[in-house]
């Protein structure tokens, strides 16, 4: 069983469309976060929700929008979307919240043409 | 702001060569130190942390990292690399009691036979 999860692999979408890309993870951790890895490989933090809490939201566009239903999921919604956007995005988890192991998702590649 | 170095962008050995991967992070204060690694085509995993005590730690697959914290650095090492360490390599640095875990901008290792 996958420990994290997420949906799509790939996505390609056109500028200006609306996308989701969904995460779950079955480990029963506390916290969870979305990372995103430019093109040269760069990964830098956008969000992290403790318990369906929103604890870390970096200086990232409102046009992304984070949604927690539950503890085990953490859905990253995209508006608007631009190319600048296109990269790779990461989901993980982590037992708590100053836990630093962090499990990590495969990735989702997000190409906006 | 807190930030961390990895010089080597991209480092091309042959099997059996030794390794070292310099990482350097920029905070006066007490700090967790990691090395994750990206295999290709998979999710970053955790080589190694250190917390306290012993600056000399060891991971998995053979892999070392020491925390000087004269230097600020933590550089990764390996006496002998094999063919499958071809990945790409990032340090992280959280500080002490914050959620933020934050990537150096990743090295990229080719090992060939």
């Known amino acids: 069983d996958t420990a994290v999860s997420q949906t799509p692999k790939y996505l390609v979408t056109q500028m200006g469309n609306d996308k989701s890309i969904k995460c779950e993870q079955n480990l029963g951790h506390d916290t969870m976060y979305w990372y995103k890895q430019d093109s040269k490989k760069f990964l830098k933090i956008m969000f992290s929700?403790?318990?369906?809490?929103?604890?870390i939201n970096e200086t990232v566009p409102n046009r992304f929008s984070p949604k927690s239903p539950d503890k085990a999921h953490l859905n990253l919604h995209i508006n608007s979307l631009e190319l600048g956007d296109s990269a790779v995005y990461f989901c993980a988890s982590s037992q708590g919240r100053t836990d630093e192991k962090l499990f990590f998702g495969s990735g989702t590649q997000l190409s906006v043409l | 702001a807190q930030s961390v170095s990895q010089h080597n962008h991209h480092v091309i050995l042959s099997e059996a060569a030794s390794l070292e991967l310099g990482c350097n992070y920029s905070y006066g204060g007490t700090v967790n130190l990691f090395w994750y690694v990206q295999y290709p085509g998979q999710h970053l995993q955790l080589l190694l942390k250190?917390?306290?005590?012993?600056?000399l730690v060891k991971g998995i697959k053979g892999f070392e990292a020491e925390f000087i914290k004269s230097k600020f650095s933590f550089n990764l090492r390996k006496p002998s690399v094999q063919w499958s360490d071809t990945a790409e390599y990032f340090c992280?640095?959280?500080?002490?009691?914050?959620?933020?875990?934050?990537f150096g901008t990743g090295t990229r290792l080719q090992v060939f036979p």
């Open positions: 929700y403790n318990n369906k809490e929103l604890i």
């Open positions: 992280a640095v959280k500080i002490r009691n914050t959620d933020k875990l934050i």
């Open positions: 250190y917390f306290s005590g012993d600056p």
